[in-house]
């Protein structure tokens, strides 16, 4: 297993991140990462989302919504085309740091077989992952 972890801290609300985080329909124009996502916002049910790492392809997947609790916790799982092959699971995480803002955790849990062949990928979404938080937190700290 392979685990990514990135952590930025944002100068507003957790209410306020969660917003700009789940107002889908606002990504493309913020977001270099994720590039769209598309479905209903509950567990249990699909997403489609599209992803473009830095210096690297963009793909389109569609993963089950394993957490969705407001303010706290955003959580998918995706699979390359059936599971055991290469799936992650993806987490967008927010705790209220004090004084008004927002400690960011986004990350992602990889297994399967083919995850040892796919160092470089991770290098690059780790990447895209890193420019997403920056993205959002220069979003959330609009005034």
């Given at each position: 297993m392979q685990h990514i972890?990135?952590?930025?801290?944002?100068?507003?609300?957790?209410?306020?991140?969660?917003?700009?985080?789940?107002?889908?329909?606002?990504h493309p124009k913020w977001n270099p990462?994720?590039?769209s996502i598309?479905?209903?916002?509950?567990?249990?049910?699909?997403?489609?989302?599209?992803?473009?790492?830095p210096g690297g392809g963009g793909m389109t997947f569609k993963p089950e919504v394993l957490a969705f609790e407001a303010n706290k916790e955003f959580r998918w799982k995706g699979k390359l085309l059936v599971k055991g092959i290469?799936?992650?699971?993806?987490?967008?995480?927010?705790?209220?740091?004090?004084n008004g803002a927002t400690r960011f955790s986004h990350g992602e849990k990889f297994s399967g077989f083919l995850v040892a062949l796919m160092g470089g990928m991770l290098d690059k979404t780790k990447a895209g992952f890193e420019l997403m938080n920056e993205a959002l937190?220069?979003?959330?700290?609009?005034v």
């Open positions: 972890e990135t952590e930025i801290l944002i100068n507003a609300s957790p209410e306020k991140v969660w917003a700009v985080l789940t107002d889908f329909d606002h990462f994720i590039k598309e479905g209903e916002k509950a567990v249990g049910k699909q997403l489609k989302v599209a992803i473009q790492p290469f799936d992650g699971e993806h987490y967008f995480r927010l705790a209220d740091a004090g937190k220069k979003e959330c700290e609009k």
